[in-house]
């Protein structure tokens, strides 16, 4: 795993430097789209409303937009923000651990030590074990002020993230305010009927059947030959960004081109010398290859030469 924010943990007075790693991955199949046509890729661009260019990632700031005025926020500017150039995850207080709502909870980081002594970390881990609380936390991430719970599994301090209180909606729904009146009896088969279903809970003894059939249907087409040479999927635009290499190639091939097409325009400007080379010795056919040797230059430079070698027959 590779750390993605560095800072120190501080409640009190006791400090305990971590490294902060995300604690979940992704597991789906990676999709992309395609032309349905002929499987060509599609690719989204960043285009500038005004002048219409693709803008670099790199020359994109942010903005905000009230409606009628537009206010730029660049790089610099969110990085002078107090809390983005802060590197504490400072406890705010510690909460009996039933009074977090799981609907308030977020992404899932692990904590692991960052210094030569983890006594600090093992203290703190151990302290939360033994009061049964969590730690409610605030940091900044990514342009963002957090809130986060700090808990224990196992031997590793966990942080998740929790969202704040009027990012949870209100589940006001007309139809729960019915009365409705349920028998003894119901709730007691009711009852039977979860007892009938209990168990421990064990994560590994379920899997992701979409994923799992999504794979198996992708290696059946592998092994049928139904796929394309994924190189014929890509268009001179995901070549040119693959490296130097490729860009100069791309290039000389276009060069190439472009002095064939010079070259076969050239030969057709004079079909009466291809048909008999005998009236290539008369004056006309000098004035001709003159008037080809005077445009060769504005279509190619390299036109010149067949054109010089023209006149020398004609004399």
Request: glycine letters at 4%; one cysteine or more; charged letters at 35%.
């Amino acid at each position: 795993m590779r750390a993605i924010w560095k800072g120190a943990l501080t409640f009190g007075l006791v400090n305990v430097p971590v490294k902060v790693y995300s604690a979940t991955e992704d597991h789906d199949v990676s999709l992309h789209q395609v032309h349905a046509a002929d499987g060509g890729r599609i690719r989204y661009q960043r285009i500038c409303e005004i002048d219409g260019e693709v803008v670099p990632y790199a020359e994109i700031d942010k903005a905000y937009d009230d409606g009628e005025r537009t206010v730029v926020l660049t790089s610099d500017d969110l990085a002078s923000l107090p809390s983005e150039r802060s590197r504490e995850i400072e406890v705010v207080e510690f909460v009996p651990s039933e009074q977090i709502d799981l609907l308030t909870l977020d992404r899932a980081y692990y904590l692991e030590p960052d210094s030569a002594s983890p006594k600090a970390y093992v203290l703190l881990r151990k302290t939360l074990e033994q009061t049964d609380r969590t730690a409610v936390v605030r940091f900044s991430l990514r342009q963002k002020t957090r809130l986060a719970a700090l808990r224990v599994r196992g031997d590793v301090l966990v942080l998740q993230t929790l969202l704040w209180a009027d990012e949870v909606r209100e589940a006001a729904f007309p139809g729960l305010d019915a009365p409705v009146k349920i028998s003894e009896k119901e709730l007691e088969l009711s009852a039977s009927l979860v007892e009938s279903f209990s168990s421990d809970f064990d994560p590994d003894e379920f899997v992701d059947e979409y994923q799992k059939e999504l794979r198996t249907l992708i290696e059946a087409k592998l092994e049928q030959g139904d796929a394309l040479d994924t190189s014929e999927t890509f268009g001179d635009r995901e070549e040119a960004d693959t490296g130097g290499e490729v860009i100069d190639l791309m290039a000389a091939l276009r060069a190439s081109v472009e002095r064939s097409r010079a070259a076969r325009g050239e030969s057709t400007a004079k079909p009466a010398a291809a048909e008999d080379p005998k009236p290539a010795a008369k004056k006309p056919a000098a004035k001709s290859a003159d008037k080809t040797a005077e445009k060769a230059p504005a279509k190619k430079s390299t036109a010149k030469t067949p054109a010089k070698k023209a006149t020398k027959k004609a004399s």
